[in-house]
């Protein structure tokens, strides 16, 4: 492993991130809410740890990040832009894709998302590839939730990272819900170990902890950059949001929904940071999402 260091520049770093995920994430329930967007939208509050965790390893000018319908937090860990992300989802010629694409169809620099379950998987396998013939120490991640795990070219993409040993590191966001349908109905061993059937080296984290989730992901990068060999982590996590904007989340044991929350990872890495830069982050996204606010509603 490297000597990377999780000191309090980073901790804010992630934690600014998620918090503006976080908000902008609000921010797209609030304008559905009133009939500015149409549509729908699947949200990721709750998850915000993991784009802004092991996003803040990449470089959009050597790396390629594929992400899933889910994927407003991977943009927002990439861009901080909240203004073209609801611009897109709003249909506005000045949103990340000039309204075409939607809450689910984004591309910006090497960033991709489309709407099919698991189906960034294959292309991301297939980018790593190029990355490994053309590139000295570029490499891929590709986000997606256990829901595309069951998908068969999923499985089918894992296999060929392994066989041909491309620097992909794959990032399992287990949810536990594949829409409303609970992981354990439908599988009956952790998912990790399919990546590890193919002969991909894994790891599992329950993503809680920003620092924990940034070092690993940091350090498994670290090291594709040199082996160019594919990884996987497993991320136990949660949304406190539902499938798209219309579920009620009635499915969700009130045990598990409380467990969660109390255990939010924002409010976990807030506690760790003092209480003048969390005052002054709020300061900075209430500022920004009026002036947003305006801006948009303005159109």
Not at 28 to 41: A, D, H, N, W
Not at 90 to 118: A, C, R
Not at 226 to 243: A, L, Q, V, W, Y
Not at 283 to 293: H, N, P, R
């Amino acid at each position: 492993m490297s000597s990377l260091v999780v000191d309090s520049t980073v901790l804010e770093r992630i934690y600014w991130k998620m918090s503006l995920i976080r908000k902008t994430e609000e921010e797209i329930e609030r304008l559905f809410s009133k009939g500015s967007m149409r549509g729908t939208t699947h949200g990721c509050r709750g998850q915000e740890v993991i784009p802004a965790s092991v996003l803040d390893h990449v470089s959009l000018d050597l790396d390629y990040v594929t992400g899933n319908h889910r994927s407003h937090g991977d943009y927002l860990a990439l861009t901080e832009d909240p203004y073209g992300l609801l611009a897109e989802l709003m249909g506005l010629p000045d949103g990340i894709v000039h309204g075409k694409g939607g809450s689910q169809h984004i591309q910006f620099k090497n960033f991709y998302t489309n709407g099919i379950t698991g189906g960034m998987v294959p292309d991301a396998v297939g980018l790593a590839f190029s990355q490994l013939k053309l590139t000295s120490n570029g490499i891929v991640v590709a986000l997606f939730g256990d829901g595309a795990m069951n998908e068969g070219y999923v499985l089918e993409a894992l296999n060929l990272a392994a066989v041909f040993s491309v620097p992909i590191l794959f990032v399992l966001e287990n949810n536990h819900y594949a829409m409303s349908t609970p992981t354990d109905l439908v599988t009956r061993r952790p998912l990790r170990e399919r990546a590890e059937a193919v002969g991909i080296e894994t790891f599992y984290i329950e993503a809680l902890d920003a620092g924990e989730i940034w070092m690993l992901a940091g350090n498994l990068i670290g090291q594709m950059r040199t082996d160019r060999k594919p990884r996987f982590i497993e991320m136990k996590t949660f949304r406190f949001s539902g499938h798209s904007k219309s579920d009620k989340r009635e499915y969700i044991p009130t045990e598990e929904d409380e467990y969660w929350h109390k255990n939010d990872p924002l409010m976990r890495l807030g506690n760790r940071l003092s209480e003048d830069y969390r005052k002054d982050v709020d300061f900075k996204l209430m500022t920004l999402f009026q002036e947003l606010s305006k801006k948009l509603e303005g159109r």
